[in-house]
């Protein structure tokens, strides 16, 4: 009997790599593997006082062989030959410099400890300025207002921002880049062989939620508006691209050199990419009207609807609204939070700041033996943090904070905005601030639905998928109460990578559509969180004063 096809599905987050080998008859997972960038780890190239976050491209390639290896090793014998297509997601807008082979600059000698000319990972903020100025050029230059499609708010965590950025802050970098590439477009470039910038094929995702490129438009922002924004973008636009493809089509094959190294055959399709969360929905198995929440490091919320349903329907304040950017055929819709689990994470940190630089300078104890305590405590703040606080009673009363750690996302993105925290008292303890910080990612949340419904899109259900929502319950439920809505939880432990998979599945000719794949490669729900009746008015009363908070803090502390 013939042997079912497989395919792979690489998917890239902000601290590691991993990669899947999945069945497509029936969604299995056949091996995986999971690596954490080097480079990034002992946080090199980052300066995270000033929102400076670069990655070397050399983590991303040393990520994709190891796992895609490592994953085959784990698979049953003969699957490497059953491999028929790869394709990859990413974090975005993750752009990088690239010379006119597409090689980026950091892979270059002379570039290669310069951080601006690495990829500018998603949460680097060190464009709001330039953010700014394309907000205003928008509104003021008197032609087409190209933020009308990505929610009428330019972000500093996009394309064009940050690629200003660099051009103004690195005269080096400038002279030598030839144009940029997305990583969601670079990496399946790499696989296939041929990274031209002039001939890849661009990601749909990516062009249209983060780029500004839209059909009507007839593909990217025009020259004149990109030289009245800044003269140093003159050209530039010619060496980007003007056709973009969604994520269920082919971007060439596997190229010799990656199949020796991945002991593939070249006969194995490599699809184009997209951004991790779109991917993410296709493996949540998204459907029209039903909010996918991807909740990691940072939260995106992906919609799909019919497009003749929403017609010409701009929607304010959200990340983009495009064409077959998560399904082809359908609109899709990005919104999110800047910090999500880093909320959590940065709580964790600073709580355990004592025990990583104090507890060596106890006599007795040891580095080594200090660094055991600290790691061993790392995985258990969090968790513990989380029971106790479940068991503390929703006052109406309580510490109110804001989730702004990393700016503001939606709705009306704003990377200046910071967070804050009220209602401190001698009494606030741990496990309070705690619920207090979870409350505040879960107002953000309702923030992004309220935005949607007001703009008449309606939600009709909740699919959450990541690590969060499979491991903790007490955030979940809080989500519930807040949203006063079900919240099912994608059993998939690798959402991310098994939409890559199915895309990977559809580009790669398995099947015709994204819906086939989802129905044959679907993994299901684990659990479904219920709002509680009795929570649910009194998180309303606390909602507003965080709304209220918010809008204080806005007026009163943004420059």
Same mark, same amino acid.
């Given at each position: 009997m013939e042997q079912p096809t497989c395919v792979i599905g690489v998917d890239y987050g902000s601290d590691s790599v991993r990669s899947i080998v999945v069945d497509t008859s029936n969604g299995k997972?056949?091996?995986?593997?999971? @690596? $954490? $960038?080097?480079?990034?780890?002992?946080?090199?190239?980052?300066?995270?006082?000033?929102?400076?976050?670069? +990655?070397? &491209?050399?983590?991303?390639? *040393?990520?994709?062989?190891?796992?895609?290896?490592? =994953?085959?090793?784990?698979?049953?014998?003969?699957?490497?030959?059953?491999?028929?297509?790869?394709?990859? #997601?990413?974090?975005?807008?993750?752009?990088? =410099?690239?010379?006119?082979?597409? %090689? &980026?600059?950091?892979?270059? &000698?002379?570039?290669?400890?310069? &951080?601006?000319?690495?990829?500018?990972?998603?949460?680097?903020?060190?464009?709001v300025r330039e953010a700014g100025e394309i907000n205003d050029c928008a509104r003021t230059w008197g032609g087409e207002d190209f933020t009308k499609y990505v929610g009428g708010v330019y972000s500093s965590e996009w394309f064009w921002a940050k690629i200003l950025h660099v051009l103004r802050a690195d005269e080096k970098v400038r002279a030598a880049a030839f144009s940029?590439?997305?990583?969601?477009?670079?990496?399946? =470039?790499?696989?296939?062989? #041929? %990274?031209?910038?002039?001939?890849?094929?661009?990601?749909?995702? /990516?062009?249209? @939620?983060? /780029?500004m490129w839209h059909a009507a438009f007839g593909g990217l922002p025009s020259e004149e508006f990109l030289v009245k924004l800044d003269p140093l973008l003159k050209g530039l636009r010619d060496q980007l691209y003007k056709d973009t493809?969604?994520?269920?089509?082919?971007?060439?094959?596997?190229?010799? *050199?990656?199949?020796?190294?991945?002991?593939?055959?070249?006969?194995?399709?490599?699809?184009?990419?997209?951004?991790?969360?779109?991917?993410?929905?296709?493996?949540?198995?998204?459907?029209?009207?039903?909010?996918?929440k991807i909740m990691g490091t940072s939260t995106c919320d992906m919609l799909i609807a019919p497009t003749e349903e929403i017609g010409d329907k701009l929607i304010a304040g959200i990340c983009g609204q495009v064409d077959g950017s998560i399904v082809n055929g359908m609109l899709g819709m990005e919104a999110g939070q800047s910090?999500?689990?880093?909320?959590?994470?940065? $709580?964790?940190?600073?709580?355990?700041?004592?025990?990583?630089?104090?507890?060596?300078?106890?006599?007795?104890?040891?580095?080594?033996?200090? *660094?055991?305590v600290a790691e061993?405590?790392?995985?258990?703040? !969090?968790?513990?943090?989380?029971?106790?606080?479940? +068991?503390?009673?929703? #006052?109406?009363?309580?510490?109110?904070? !804001?989730?702004?750690?990393?700016?503001?996302?939606?709705?009306? =993105?704003? +990377?200046?905005?910071?967070?804050?925290?009220?209602?401190l008292g001698l009494g606030t303890d741990a496990p309070r601030m705690f619920k207090a910080l979870v409350e505040a990612t879960a107002f953000g949340a309702k923030k992004i639905v309220d935005r949607f419904v007001e703009e008449g899109i309606p939600i009709k259900a909740v699919i959450a998928l990541g690590g969060v929502a499979k491991k903790d319950p007490f955030v979940m439920q809080v989500h519930a109460d807040v949203l006063n809505m079900p919240i099912r939880v994608a059993r998939s432990e690798q959402t991310c990578a098994l939409g890559a998979a199915m895309c990977a599945a559809v580009a790669s000719g398995i099947f015709t559509t994204m819906n086939a794949a989802q129905k044959s490669m679907g993994n299901g729900f684990e659990g479904e969180y219920q709002p509680k009746p009795e929570n649910v008015e009194k998180y309303r009363v606390l909602y507003e004063q965080y709304s209220k908070l918010g809008g204080f803090v806005e007026k009163e502390f943004t420059a």
């Open positions: 997972e056949l091996g995986s593997a999971v @690596h $954490y $960038y080097a480079r990034w780890k002992e946080g090199k190239y980052c300066e995270p006082v000033m929102n400076q976050f670069r +990655q070397h &491209p050399l983590d991303y390639i *040393e990520g994709l062989e190891t796992t895609i290896k490592q =994953a085959l090793a784990q698979a049953p014998a003969g699957t490497a030959a059953r491999v028929k297509g790869i394709s990859v #997601d990413t974090t975005g807008s993750t752009p990088v =410099a690239v010379d006119k082979n597409g %090689t &980026p600059l950091a892979l270059l &000698p002379e570039f290669a400890e310069n &951080p601006n000319a690495m990829f500018v990972l998603w949460k680097d903020h060190t464009a940029w590439v997305e990583h969601c477009d670079w990496i399946p =470039a790499l696989l296939a062989g #041929d %990274t031209d910038p002039l001939t890849i094929k661009r990601s749909r995702c /990516a062009a249209g @939620h983060k /780029a493809f969604t994520a269920d089509i082919a971007c060439g094959a596997l190229c010799k *050199e990656w199949a020796d190294r991945l002991g593939l055959s070249t006969e194995v399709v490599i699809g184009v990419g997209s951004f991790d969360a779109h991917m993410g929905a296709v493996g949540g198995e998204i459907e029209p009207y039903v909010l996918t910090s999500f689990g880093d909320v959590y994470a940065w $709580y964790r940190n600073m709580l355990l700041w004592p025990v990583r630089k104090l507890l060596g300078s106890v006599e007795g104890i040891d580095t080594a033996t200090r *660094e055991k061993g405590l790392s995985g258990k703040v !969090l968790p513990e943090l989380s029971k106790a606080a479940q +068991q503390i009673p929703i #006052d109406e009363s309580a510490t109110v904070a !804001l989730d702004w750690l990393n700016g503001r996302r939606t709705p009306y =993105a704003d +990377q200046r905005l910071q967070a804050a925290i009220a209602g």
